[in-house]
Structures are given as structure tokens and as C-alpha cells.
């Protein structure tokens, strides 16, 4: 596993039903028509699953990849109750001191934030080792709080 995509890639990659990287409006649709049905739940507006396309579309460039929306919901479910789990602290150490270091920060985000994604990584990054100890890495607590601004900047909440 080198993305975040991957931790959700075994559950979640069936949403790209024909498998060519990009997730369609159709696509969106029958899942959520299926997971609507299964669980009871009113189905969402054509206009809201724009939304959700468009939102999940972590690059801004108009076209929804498969990574791009297992990017998104593992920003949603990989972190819980200030809690990383292993096989996504394990995607950003490296090393396997125990330690995120700048150099791994960015690349397990993959493709996010358009034109300055980076810059909102780094930014990130340094914030939050900032606010805690300054030494220019980030343990399992710091982590999950980097990840948790960054789903913030990403996807708004």
C-alpha cells in the first residue's frame, strides 16, 4: 500500500463498475440506488450526486477518478477518535521508526487540491507539528490530526 486510496481500494474499487479509472454519474447512481435500497434510505437528487461527484473530485479537474474517491473516503474513515489505523500509519512511516517525516507526508494524499495541493500539504505538515512539538515529524496522534485538517481543506468537514 503506498495511497490512501489503498487502504479502501479492496472494499470500495467496485464502484468503478467498468474499471477504467474514472468514476461516472451512472456509476454514482446505481451505487446509490443499490445502497439505498439495501438500507432503506432515500435516494439521493441527480443534483446532489453532481455535488458529491464534484466535491470527491480531490483535484478540481473536472473528472472523477477511482483514487480520487478512495482518496476521499478514506480521509472520511481512517481516522477515529484522534486514532490512525495501522495500515494507514504504515502507508505514510516509511521507515517504520514510528515517525512521519516530511518527506513522507505528501505522496500517501495522492493527486489533492488542485493547483496548490501541495502547498496545503506542506502548510498542513508544519501546522500541526508546530502546534505540538516542532521537531518536524508526526507521531500516530499528530497524524491523525494532520489527516483530519486535511479531509477539512479537501472535502469541508
Same mark, same amino acid.
Given at each position: 500500500?503506498?495511497?490512501?486510496?489503498?487502504?479502501?481500494?479492496?472494499?470500495?474499487?467496485?464502484?468503478?463498475?467498468?474499471?477504467?479509472?474514472?468514476? +461516472?454519474?451512472?456509476?454514482?447512481?446505481? /451505487?446509490?440506488?443499490? #445502497?439505498?435500497?439495501?438500507?432503506?434510505?432515500?435516494?439521493?437528487?441527480?443534483?446532489?450526486?453532481?455535488?458529491?461527484?464534484?466535491?470527491?473530485?480531490?483535484?478540481?479537474?473536472?473528472?472523477?477518478?477511482?483514487?480520487?474517491? /478512495? +482518496?476521499?473516503?478514506?480521509?472520511? *474513515? #481512517?481516522?477515529?477518535?484522534?486514532?490512525?489505523?495501522?495500515?494507514?500509519?504504515?502507508?505514510?512511516?516509511?521507515?517504520?521508526?514510528?515517525?512521519?517525516?516530511?518527506?513522507?507526508?505528501? *505522496?500517501?494524499?495522492?493527486?489533492?487540491?488542485?493547483?496548490?495541493?501541495?502547498? #496545503?500539504?506542506?502548510?498542513?505538515?508544519?501546522? #500541526?507539528?508546530? /502546534?505540538?512539538?516542532?521537531?518536524?515529524?508526526?507521531?500516530?496522534?499528530?497524524?491523525?490530526?494532520?489527516?483530519?485538517?486535511?479531509?477539512?481543506?479537501?472535502?469541508?468537514?
Amino acid at each position: 500500500m503506498n495511497t490512501l486510496a489503498d487502504v479502501m481500494r479492496p472494499t470500495y474499487e467496485f464502484v468503478d463498475s467498468n474499471k477504467n479509472g474514472v468514476i +461516472t454519474l451512472d456509476e454514482i447512481k446505481q /451505487l446509490s440506488s443499490e #445502497v439505498s435500497q439495501k438500507e432503506g434510505f432515500a435516494e439521493p437528487s441527480e443534483t446532489q450526486l453532481q455535488f458529491t461527484m464534484r466535491l470527491f473530485d480531490l483535484n478540481q479537474d473536472g473528472t472523477l477518478t477511482t483514487n480520487e474517491m /478512495l +482518496t476521499s473516503l478514506a480521509l472520511d *474513515a #481512517v481516522v477515529s477518535e484522534d486514532a490512525v489505523d495501522e495500515d494507514t500509519y504504515n502507508i505514510f512511516d516509511k521507515n517504520g521508526d514510528g515517525f512521519v517525516e516530511r518527506d513522507d507526508w505528501s *505522496a500517501p494524499f495522492g493527486d489533492i487540491g488542485g493547483e496548490r495541493g501541495e502547498e #496545503v500539504k506542506t502548510y498542513v505538515f508544519n501546522r #500541526v507539528d508546530h /502546534l505540538n512539538d516542532g521537531d518536524n515529524r508526526l507521531n500516530v496522534t499528530e497524524l491523525g490530526n494532520g489527516i483530519t485538517l486535511v479531509r477539512t481543506l479537501a472535502l469541508g468537514y
